[in-house]
């Protein structure tokens, strides 16, 4: 069974710039999440979509933004961008089966590994 | 207050001994619990679910929720070196909420 893919692995970009990260979950999954991940901050929510619409979503500003396709596989985007936002960007995918107190947890991607220079 | 509170360590034990992690949490609404451990510069690992009140094996691993005093913990027995990891504990209501982490180092 393939796990969560995301794509592209490392990526380097000047400040100013924007990018595009790409996750495909798990066949089934219908849950997406993303998360940012530093040095000493733990995992950052930035958002969740399921069935292409925007669940939660996280502290983080505009500049961040991010969708889901009918195929449930999700991109995010962020413009502008800033030294901060050198990071491991992770995605998650999850079996949601409704309501608010359950879930089967998240199986995670690899990340995408993202330096801004 | 942070949703879910974990102690940052390093938590250090000797090989072969038990290591106990542990995690509170404030929502009394979450029924969901998870725990995942997450080696240097790899992706966080689902390695156990506990959902009632109660110990779940698997393996070396335990966990144990107790809802009433919002905690949840995890066991390793016997501990190797190649536990040696952060262990994220994470509950769920609406969304997921992540623990800060706990790192573990077993000496060998």
New interface residues.
């Given amino acids: 069974k393939a796990g969560v893919t995301q794509t592209p692995r490392y990526l380097i970009k000047t400040r100013g710039q924007q990018v595009t990260l790409s996750c495909s979950p798990i066949s089934g999954h219908r849950s997406v999440s993303w998360y940012q991940q530093t040095p000493g901050q733990g995992l950052q929510f930035l958002f969740e979509y399921f069935s292409e619409t925007q669940r939660n979503k996280g502290n983080f500003p505009g500049r961040f933004s991010g969708r889901q396709f009918s195929n449930s596989r999700s991109e995010m985007n962020v413009s502008t961008l800033e030294l901060g936002d050198s990071a491991l960007y992770l995605c998650a995918s999850s079996l949601w089966i409704g309501g608010g107190s359950s879930n089967y947890g998240y199986t995670f991607g690899s990340g995408t590994r993202l330096t801004v220079v | 207050q942070k949703e879910v509170e974990q102690n940052s360590g390093p938590l250090s034990v000797p090989e072969g001994a038990i290591a106990s992690l542990n995690c509170t949490y404030s929502d009394r ?4 619990f ?1 725990w ?1 451990r997450q080696y240097s510069g ?5 390695i156990m ?1 506990i ?1 009632s009140n109660g110990d779940k094996e698997d393996g070396r691993f335990t966990a144990q929720l107790n809802k009433a005093s919002q905690y949840v913990s995890l066991l390793i027995r016997d501990s190797q070196p190649s536990d040696s990891a952060t262990y ?1 504990c ?1 509950a ?5 909420y ?4 706990t790192k573990l180092n077993v000496k060998p």
């Fill in positions: 609404g979450s029924q969901s998870f995942y790899k992706s966080p690992e689902l679910s959902y994220l994470a769920y209501f609406n969304k997921f992540f623990g800060s982490g």
